[in-house]
């Protein structure tokens, strides 16, 4: 079985996870955000799909957790999320989740219940 790539994920001030490496990329002009890099260990949390944007490079889905904290996701992660079958209830998933890297973009990945 292959081993997780290692590296470190962008996290704000409020805990949420940055779509982006660069604090400019991802906040209003007046808020700043400086990021915080953490493992990418899996964490566990129920998340609820809120959104969708698009960005840069990319579109992604949003997600909160209980504290209004927002995890972005790609769309491929949604689809394999999706696929695995009965895991979204009311637009919630519970289970555990990691960071994950693509481009020069984050986002967050169920990892399983």
């Known amino acids: 079985m292959p081993t997780a790539p290692s ?4 996290f704000d001030q409020d805990g949420s996870l940055m779509p982006y490496s660069k604090p400019e990329w991802c906040r209003p002009a007046n808020v700043p955000r400086a990021a915080e890099w953490r493992p990418r260990d899996p964490f566990p949390a129920v998340l ?8 840069r490079t990319s579109h992604m889905f949003y997600w909160h957790d209980q504290d209004r904290r927002i995890f972005p ?3 491929q992660d949604l689809r394999d999320l999706i696929l695995a ?10 289970g555990l989740w990691r960071g994950v890297k693509r ?3 984050y986002g967050v990945q169920w990892v399983g219940p």
Do not use: Q, W
């Open 73 to 75: 996701m790609f769309p």
């Open 48 to 55: 609820t799909l809120v959104d969708l944007k698009r960005h």
């Open 7 to 10: 590296y470190l994920i962008p």
């Open 85 to 94: 079958g009965g895991v979204i209830e009311k637009c919630s998933v519970a």
């Open 103 to 105: 481009g020069e973009n």
